[in-house]
């Protein structure tokens, strides 16, 4: 199998694992969701706006585009039902980024800047996409024990409970 398969896979579970903890997390009270919690981004809506807003960086950096936000901690959908409609979006912009790269596109080098201190950077790109479905599964697993925190059970996110359900899609 691979890069491209292996990165295809890992689009696929993003999504998966993002309807299922958005699932859990659309059962929680507004303030529920706003409540300070421990974590680095403070609240579980903190933590999937951050989680959007470094996908949306990091999909601007493969496509070339300009970034789109300023900081790491914005938080540009206070509202749930907003975040998951825009969380749907760049689910799909990453399947559809993933889906039209070429085998030689990991291959090659992403040059870009850092959001934190403009350093520049340079990361082989199949060790750049490594790092973004990384990151995704970081911050998805600090919502997923915020979560915990509340009344609402967290669901299995775990890649094997995925395995199954992608072989028999």
Not at 24 to 38: T, W
Not at 57 to 71: M, N, S
Not at 83 to 108: I, N, P
């Amino acid at each position: 199998m691979g890069l491209k398969d292996q990165f295809m896979r890992l689009a696929r579970y993003n999504r998966w694992a993002n309807e299922r903890l958005y699932g859990a997390v659309a059962q929680l009270s507004a303030e529920a969701f706003h409540a300070p919690r421990s974590g680095f981004f403070g609240s579980i809506c903190g933590t999937l706006n951050h989680l959007y807003v470094g996908d949306r960086c990091w999909l601007a950096r493969f496509e070339g585009t300009p970034i789109p936000h300023r900081r790491l901690d914005e938080i540009p959908h206070p509202l749930f039902e907003h975040l998951w409609a825009a969380r749907q979006v760049e689910d799909h912009r990453t399947l559809r980024l993933v889906g039209a790269a070429s085998e030689d596109w990991y291959k090659d080098e992403l040059h870009y800047r850092s959001i934190a201190n403009g350093a520049a950077i340079t990361l082989p790109m199949d060790v750049a996409m490594l790092h973004f479905f990384n990151h995704q599964t970081h911050h998805r697993g600090q919502a997923h024990a915020m979560l915990s925190g509340t009344e609402v059970p967290p669901p299995p996110l775990d890649l094997g409970f995925f395995h199954g359900e992608d072989i028999a899609a």
